[in-house]
């Protein structure tokens, strides 16, 4: 792509099931325009997250209905789960993509990216520093999911979450015990405490204890000996480990209400937390909504996608929930997604600057290579290989 191509943005309508954001929301492509850019989007895009073709137009931006045109046109392709392979054959050479590529389950995608000649930025594989936090899409998503595990929670506990007062007798708070306090489950501690609960935390991070508090939780100290992680995550703990967590936390879990899981590690599999065992501990009535439904799941009876009950025990394993809030996961990600454009250079001189950290942290494929070490680490190197092999033949 020469320099100058760097001007016109077209953004996917959702094809996946259930997805109801889209990556740009008027007002933040009025600014898009305002700065130069030509902003084109697929009709329909927006009807999901409350957007009407209609809202978008008034702003200034161009509605297709042909999604092969819009591809063949945009130098910067935007959407909020992964373009589909077919897509990748409509687009231009040069041109740069914007995702959640999910690079551990879409190496045959990023393959044919690369091929292309595409520029794929992934999301997940933003550094998370402060420089890029105005970016940080991975954490807009996961706060609004914390947010909203804790009222699906409340929605379904047959109980009061605040301390009340009546007349007919006093009505104690329901307890919510919060596993993992990362983005996700900061925002699940807060809002908990928002709606009166009583709230405790745990992390293997010893590092989030304060900010635990800080909310007014409690942190849990299971005097355990974890390993640390780089960057600020968390490393995979060993079996051993995590039997001991899970006998540390048992009797925690029985004491309370509500359980919101959120805890992860990036590129595996996530830790199983709570056993059948564990779960049959609980009170008849109570709650847990598994946010690692998606990645394995934290809780061994949860099926991904589904709310079920086991012995009174509720156990919500939702999958995509920053979806279930469209409107305001569209306009953080829009942000987000247009903070990361404007990094890549002005309109007409795309400068897409490798020393840049950011930059080079986000970007999975580049003038036909599979640029990111990290996302060949999490597609697995061979898998990666033998496809470019197929595409290329
Ligand atoms: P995540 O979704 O990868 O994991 C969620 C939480 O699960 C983490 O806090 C992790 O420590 C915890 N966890 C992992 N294994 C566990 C286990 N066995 N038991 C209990 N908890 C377990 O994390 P995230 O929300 O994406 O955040 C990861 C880190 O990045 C945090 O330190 C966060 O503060 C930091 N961060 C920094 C920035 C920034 O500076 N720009 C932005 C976002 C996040």
């Known amino acids: ?5 760097f001007v016109k943005v077209g953004v996917l309508a959702e094809t996946l099931r259930g997805e109801r954001r889209v990556a740009l929301v008027p007002d933040v492509a009025a600014k898009l325009i305002a700065s130069g850019f030509e902003v084109v ?41 992964p373009p589909l392979l077919e897509d990748v054959a409509q687009m231009r050479a040069g041109a740069v993509t914007i995702s959640f590529l ?81 983005v996700a489950g900061l925002q699940a501690i807060a ?10 935390a745990y992390d293997v991070r010893p590092a989030v204890q304060e900010e635990v508090q800080s909310l007014g939780a409690k942190f849990l100290a299971l005097t355990l000996d974890t390993r640390q992680g780089e960057g600020g995550y968390a490393r995979e703990q060993s079996e051993e480990f995590l ?23 990036p590129g595996r599999q996530a830790p199983r937390l ?23 799941g934290n809780c061994e009876l949860t099926r ?3 709310v079920i009950e086991v012995d009174g025990i509720w156990i919500d394993g ?13 306009q953080l990600y829009a942000r987000n997604v247009t903070n990361l454009i404007h990094l890549l250079g002005s309109p007409g001189d795309l400068k897409l600057n490798f020393e840049d950290e950011v930059i080079r942290g986000c970007c999975v494929t580049h003038a036909g290579q599979i640029v990111s070490e990290r996302a060949r680490q999490l597609m697995g190197m061979i898998a990666a290989q033998e496809a470019i092999r197929q595409e290329v033949r």
């Open 1 to 5: 792509m020469s320099e100058s191509h």
């Open 41 to 81: 989007i697929e009709a329909g895009a927006g009807e999901l997250a409350s957007f009407t073709d209609d809202a978008y137009r008034k702003v200034g931006l161009m509605v297709s209905l042909d999604r092969h045109a819009l591809l063949g046109m945009a130098d910067v392709v935007l959407s909020v789960q």
């Open 102 to 182: 999910q690079p551990s389950t879409q190496g045959a995608l990023i393959a044919a990216l690369a091929t292309r000649g595409v520029t794929a930025l992934s999301l997940e594989l933003l550094p998370r520093t402060s420089r890029a936090q105005s970016m940080d899409a991975l954490s807009s998503q996961s706060s609004l999911a914390g947010y909203k595990a804790v009222l699906m929670a409340a929605n379904r506990l047959g109980k009061f979450f605040p301390m009340l007062m009546t007349a007919a007798g006093t009505i104690p708070p329901a307890r919510v015990l919060v596993l993992g306090a990362g």
């Open 191 to 200: 809002t908990a405490r928002r709606l009166g609960a009583v709230v405790e």
């Open 243 to 265: 039997n001991k967590q899970r006998e540390g936390l048992a009797e925690y879990v029985a004491a309370n209400d509500v359980v919101i899981t959120t805890a992860s590690v």
């Open 274 to 296: 709570l056993t059948a065992a564990i779960v049959a501990g609980m009170r008849r009535g109570s709650v847990i909504v598994d946010m690692a439904a998606e990645s394995g």
């Open 304 to 306: 991904p996608g589904q």
């Open 318 to 330: 939702t999958t995509n929930i920053p979806s279930t809030m469209a409107l305001h996961a569209s």
